[in-house]
């Protein structure tokens, strides 16, 4: 995803909502000079990837995400990893590249995916947090 594709996409994830190709123009300005057919073209441009559908309204459409920021970026991770001709040292390339914050998260991720379903309260998280309803 290109610098616009992002800064666009931010804000469609940010207010998690069908948005126009006029909120999402108004937001970038308050940032740079930006044109109403780029806006378009960029939210057209992420409809034919696949990250937004949208919807017909009047003459317009409303564009919403196809899918969150969280697994955007497990994509790009999964892709770069898979692109590796020894998964293990990149594995331990990147862990040595994150943050303590981040290795804390990459902890927390590891034993929620590791925990038994077992409908009890017993662990850390609502169902919620662990991506479930």
């Avoid at 898979?82 to 914050?101: I, K, Y």
């Amino acid at each position: 995803m290109g610098e616009l594709e992002d800064a666009v996409m931010t804000r469609v994830w940010k207010w998690n909502r069908p948005v126009t190709v006029r909120e999402v123009l108004e937001d970038l300005q308050k940032e740079r000079s930006i044109a109403y057919t780029t806006v378009m073209t960029v939210l057209d441009n992420l409809h034919q990837k696949g990250w937004v559908r949208r919807e017909a309204e009047g003459r317009a459409y409303r564009y919403e995400a196809v899918s969150t920021r969280a697994a955007y970026a497990a994509a790009l991770m999964n892709e770069a990893w898979s692109q590796s001709d020894n998964a293990a040292a990149a594995l331990v390339a990147f862990f040595g590249m994150m943050s303590e914050e981040q290795r804390q998260a990459l902890t927390d991720a590891v034993r929620i995916v590791q925990l038994p379903e077992t409908g009890t309260d017993e662990n850390p998280g609502s169902a919620e947090d662990r991506g479930g309803r």
